[in-house]
């Protein structure tokens, strides 16, 4: 492989931080070659890495082509033109990774030019532009503010099974597995078993998961496979207190992506977040003020929130409480799952809805054994259906609730992409498992 | 539900914070009833949140069972004999959650009394024992420091499909699921994912997620769904990178968890944790000098490193280097995937043994297309068997490798425990896909 001996090179230099060296320094850089252009006497080469760009200078023909990965020694030396003011005079090059001519996509190009299907086709080609790299870069951000604001909170982080032995919202959606020759299915949430640890005693936990839903739309508001930030706590006087936790996540989320490598991704999108007053804001309103507000809107009789509706329902938070979210509470109980705590013909839960879209479900859950029981028949479900969750309920439950935070959904309205699949690194859907 | 008014009532106390407190203060605490013990004149007893204990006194009989959530108001008294020096001696009680007595599992035994099939049977009670609870605590910091260092030294944590069109690392020992009647596999690991982000310009990757393996043999030290603790970076000059790597992760992991309540959990094990020092002595033997030690220390003649191997090499470790821990080097191809690095006869690759037993497989990755697509005959692969993951090394990869973590061996390990098994809260054998 021909390693640069570590006794006689310096040690390698990220890109970025070349503008900050003086001129005339022994510097190695190494990353991928992003652009080369050619001008006869003098090549310049762009050198693309995790921390950004550097030009590399040659003398005459660039030794290199688009998306090689080399290592690069050279002298720094003062050019105005070049990014950060500073470029590196190539004196040695040593090609780590040779990389072919026939790019289906051109990485150096803008992704907004390229259809979405195109980028998803060539994912491991698209992921290296530096403009969608960026939005994984502030994904992992906001799994790390998640986490960390609930940690604070003394929430558990717990890490449950995906594979089921039975549907629990229903049996509908469900991916089937062949487990040594048994029927099980992907899970669709982690809803039980968060349940599940409150009542252990954990009382506060947070999951981190892959769902799986099995719905045949292909929309640009659907994943089949998502990552799930799911919170669950015990002890909770009502709804309340689940959308004061979600705000406070919020807001630290919002508050962590202005500093560092999450910057720079809403910087390259053009994307802000709103700031923790304004959050704050947030109204709560009821279901059905919801829909007579969205008709309103609409000027069409809903009997439902639609897509429509929620978009229209995020420009009057706007208009009325300048905030582009809005909590609908109090959702009928034929719209939620058995699980959820009944009031009157309502419940008590809610959705988050945030810049047009629904970006959370949540609501308190039925912690009483024989409310819960008493309540299937309603659901066409018997206590069999619920094998071993019942337990959870039978033996002594915190009143509890939660709610679940679609990371991708989350992404897709922080930047303002138009969809939700482009969110996802190796996005799933009704045509799509590859690559 | 009748809850308690917010106005008049002091907010809830955590139990563990009684003992802080001075005596004849008014306190609310709320958790599970632990235990009862009734003497007539008065009963005692022991309340248990997520905090710990404390212990409640009632004059004359208990108005409670096991298990039962409750609400709790009263005034704190000092006690000797209490947990902590401090009681409370009720005034109200409030029965949040009611609770069943036919309780299959005492959850106030000790969980070492009972065998792990029943726990496991009965894991929606079983969880709620204390030191089952304490290693899940463990197992959420090991998870957070996990991250923690990784992100520290410039990682980025990336989430990847778990449903793969096709095995890639043999196409044995997979999971099938109906994917709208196609034939999918449940993922072996994020391999080929995380070597795509690599390559993508991300260079320093992580992913903390489900890994399936359809393995028929059910032993205490395999689980058919486990959480992989997945790491992989490019610019590597060898697996001497790496394995320094893993050692500062281990380091960062094992010295967080002497705190906090991770601590709780090593104290109700009796576990302890090597410290810095004793890590950073870990040996690096290559795998022909690791087959003759244990041929050696077991007086067989060995053909591979199999269990009782990986147990007497790291009683070698400790005996000749003062640390439980191995690292073996050099594994033959036969033995490792087609992706390998290789180096003759054998590969550029690792795992480390902890405790006597493997809990990490590693190596550095060919990165070089043609030198790849050479290796699959050896392996009676064709190209078109590995899809779209060529393009990975067709357009420009740095060197790189990378190794696994599995969560629940190292929990295992830290605690002393049995049988992995029991390091999963929801785990997945052979014979069990419930609860």
Redesign the interface.
């Known amino acids: ?1 021909g ?1 640069t001996d ?1 006794q006689t090179s310096p040690v ?1 230099t990220a890109a970025a931080r070349v503008a900050d060296m003086d001129a005339g320094a022994v510097v190695q850089v ?4 992003h652009r080369v252009r050619e001008l006869g006497q003098v090549s310049f080469v762009v050198l ?3 921390s950004g760009f550097v030009q590399i200078v040659y003398e005459g023909a660039a030794p290199v082509t688009s ?3 080399v290592r690069i020694q050279g002298l720094t030396a003062a050019n105005e033109k070049a990014p950060g003011g500073m470029e590196v005079r190539a004196q040695e090059t040593e090609v ?5 001519l026939d ?1 289906p996509i051109p ?1 150096a190009a803008d992704p907004d030019g390229i259809g979405i299907e195109t980028l998803l086709d ?4 698209s ?2 532009m ?1 403009k969608i ?1 960026a939005m ?2 502030l ?2 951000e906001i ?2 503010l998640f ?1 960390e604001y609930l ?1 604070a909170q ?1 929430f ?10 039975s549907g629990t919202e229903g049996g509908t959606g469900l ?6 020759g ?1 029927r ?1 299915f ?1 899970a669709q949430s982690p809803q039980f ?1 968060k349940q ?2 409150v ?6 936990v947070f999951e ?3 769902a799986y839903r ?1 719905e ?1 739309h292909d929309t640009p508001r659907h994943l089949n ?1 998502y ?1 799930s930030l799911d919170v669950e706590m015990g ?1 909770i ?1 009502g709804i309340d207190d689940l959308m004061d936790l979600e705000l406070g996540i919020l807001q630290h989320i919002f508050a962590g992506v202005k500093d560092g490598v999450a910057a720079t991704a809403l910087e390259q999108y053009g994307a802000s977040v709103p700031d923790a007053d304004a959050l704050s804001r947030t109204p709560r309103i009821d279901y059905e003020e919801a829909k007579a507000i969205a008709s309103e809107r609409t000027g069409k009789r809903l009997f439902d929130l639609n897509p429509e509706a929620e978009r229209v329902l995020c420009d009057w938070a706007e208009a009325e409480h300048g905030i582009e979210a809005v909590f609908v509470t109090g959702f009928p109980r034929k719209k939620r799952p058995f699980y959820t705590w009944p009031d009157g013909r309502q419940t008590a839960s809610f959705d988050l809805l945030f810049r047009g879209l629904e970006i959370t479900t949540g609501g308190k859950r039925i ?3 024989d409310m819960l029981v008493g309540e299937l028949p309603k659901f066409g479900m018997k206590p069999e259906d619920l ?3 019942l ?9 509890h609730g939660g709610f679940a935070i679609g ?1 991708e959904r989350l992404t897709q309205k922080i930047l303002g992409l138009e969809n939700v699949k482009a969110a ?5 859907d ?1 045509k799509r ?3």
């Open positions: 492989m390693e570590a390698r190494a990353g991928w070659v693309r890495d995790r998306e090689t990965v780590l990774g040779p990389a072919a790019a990485v060539h994912r491991i080609l992921l290296r530096p790299r994984f870069q994904q992992s799994v790390r986490a940690r003394d558990t982080e717990v890490k449950t099974s995906k594979l089921i032995g991916f089937e597995v062949d487990y040594f048994e099980v992907l078993y599940a640890m009542a252990s005693g954990l009382e506060r981190i998961g892959a099995a045949k496979e990552v002890f006087d912690h009483d054994y094998g071993d969750y337990s959870i309920f039978r033996y002594g439950c915190p009143p990371l996802s690194l190796f996005p799933r009704r498992v590859r690559p």
